[in-house]
T-cell receptor
Framework: NAGVMQNPRHLVRRRGQEARLRCSPM?????VYWYRQLPEEGLKFMVY????????ESGMPKERFSAEFPKEGPSILRIQQVVRGDSAAYFC?????????????FGPGTRLTVL | DAKTTQPNSMESNEEEPVHLPCNHS???????IHWYRQLPSQGPEYVIH???SNVNNRMASLAIAEDRKSSTLILHRATLRDAAVYYC????????????FGTGTSLTVIP
């Protein structure tokens, strides 16, 4: 059973370009979470999605950032007009259900560098 | 969100037990205590979770204080592969499904 897949693993963009980060959850998982980790810091929650629905986007910046989890295909985190401050590791996690005891399985992350 | 406090860093000798403490004095009755760890350049990995009773699994043990205001993650025999940042996280009913990660404890294992 393959784990959570993220691609690309490394992404370099110039200021003003768009970044698209992809996340394929574990088989059978319908809950996806995106987190951002700045250097030397812990992970910060961004958004929680179920298939075709955004459940909680309270951690996502209001501008330039968007996320989707379509019925078919991976979840996408999209950052428009990137700035240097967007440079970070972005992690996706998935779970099979929601609840206080459910385990989130994390992908290897995408490391975004904005030049 | 309920806060957790962990030491920034700890060291352990290889093959010795390691006790990683976590304080969570504002924990509420329905908050679960989760531990994840993050190896260098990897995503976080589930370690263990509990509510009130002590818990054991293949990776570690979780000892929860009777008043639940603190807990300790126990690695019974540290190996070099256990060198990682360990995060103690409270999962609460009023915080939805996301985890709130602090800065964690960076564990160094000395050969």
């Amino acid at each position: 059973n393959a784990g959570v897949m993220q691609n690309p693993r490394h992404l370099v963009r110039r200021r003003g370009q768009e970044a698209r980060l992809r996340c394929s959850p574990m088989k059978g998982h319908s809950h996806v979470y995106w987190y951002r980790q700045l250097p030397e810091e812990g992970l910060k929650f961004m958004v929680y999605l179920q298939k075709e629905n955004i459940i909680d986007e309270s951690g996502m910046p209001k501008e330039r950032f968007s996320a989707e989890f379509p019925k078919e295909g991976p979840s996408i985190l999209r950052i428009q007009q990137v700035v240097r401050g967007d440079s970070a590791a972005y992690f996706c996690a998935s779970s099979s259900r929601q609840g206080l005891t459910d385990t989130q399985y994390f992908g290897p992350g995408t490391r975004l560098t904005v030049l | 969100d309920a806060k957790t406090t962990q030491p920034n860093s700890m060291e352990s000798n290889e093959e010795e037990p390691v006790h990683l403490p976590c304080n969570h004095s504002t924990i509420s009755g329905t908050d679960y205590i989760h531990w994840y760890r993050q190896l260098p350049s990897q995503g976080p990995e589930y370690v263990i979770h509990g509510l009130t009773s002590n818990v054991n699994n293949r990776m570690a043990s979780l000892a929860i204080a009777e008043d639940r205001k603190s807990s300790t993650l126990i690695l019974h025999r540290a190996t070099l592969r256990d060198a990682a940042v360990y995060y103690c996280i409270l999962r609460a009913t009023n915080t939805g499904n996301q985890f709130y990660f602090g800065t964690g404890t960076s564990l160094t294992v000395i050969p």
